[in-house]
């Protein structure tokens, strides 16, 4: 669902996907191939938010911010299941883990992985290339490049999703039975560990 708030009409480019059970309000600007899933919010009646090419925002996410605020969710920035941003900045290349919650001010630099669950408190600055988990939030040691080459592969799948939603999905009525030539998913991406054992 898309709102206007006051004036102002949220941008999408046609090449993105927001899920139709997503909600995307008032004072929003998304790039191009950005993908929104179901049961995100991304909410700019209060300020201005800018997702830019390649941004992901996963399913259950909120993005917001206090009055008078403005925040970016720079290009290919990869926000996790459940991940509330909330006044924050994230910088290129991040990728914020499930259920994760950045604070208002906070700044996280290019290419930093911030861990699932994690808490960034308000004003906290993470330098680039960081990894950071924990409540409170800490760094914990500084990105390597096989660590990004991963999650720029997993970002790009995301990529690719907006294209393959406006193509295939569709609302449909449940199967009753399994069909006897239901086809198989392959895998196609590694987990961390996986990807780091190759």
């Known amino acids: 669902m898309i709102y206007e708030f006051k004036g102002h009409i949220p941008v999408v480019h046609e090449s993105s996907f927001v899920h139709p059970l997503a909600a995307v309000t008032g004072n929003v600007?998304?790039?191009?191939?950005?993908y929104i899933g179901p049961g995100a919010a991304i909410r700019g009646d209060w300020g201005e938010i800018i997702?830019?090419?390649?941004?992901?925002?996963?399913?259950?996410?909120?993005?917001?911010?206090?009055?008078?605020?403005s925040i970016v969710l720079k290009e290919s920035a990869h926000i996790g299941h459940g991940a509330i941003i909330h006044g924050a900045n994230i910088g290129k290349n991040v990728l914020v883990g499930m259920n994760t919650v950045i604070m208002?001010?906070?700044?996280?630099?290019?290419?930093?992985?911030?861990?699932?669950?994690?808490?960034?408190?308000?004003?906290?600055?993470?330098?680039?290339?960081?990894?950071?988990?924990?409540?409170p939030a800490k760094i914990i040691k500084e990105v390597s490049d096989?660590?990004?080459a991963w999650k720029t592969k997993g970002t790009q799948l995301y990529q690719q999703l907006p294209k393959d939603c406006h193509e295939t999905l569709r609302e449909v009525e449940p199967l009753r039975e399994v069909p006897k030539n239901r086809p198989t998913q392959e895998a196609f991406y590694d987990t961390l560990r996986d990807f780091m054992e190759k």
């Open 29 to 34: 600007i998304i790039g191009k191939d950005c």
């Open 51 to 69: 997702l830019e090419d390649g941004v992901n925002v996963q399913e259950n996410c909120t993005v917001h911010m206090f009055p008078g605020k």
């Open 104 to 135: 208002d001010d906070a700044e996280i630099g290019d290419e930093s992985i911030i861990g699932a669950m994690a808490f960034v408190k308000a004003k906290t600055i993470i330098p680039s290339r960081s990894l950071v988990v924990g409540n």
């Open 146 to 148: 096989e660590m990004i």
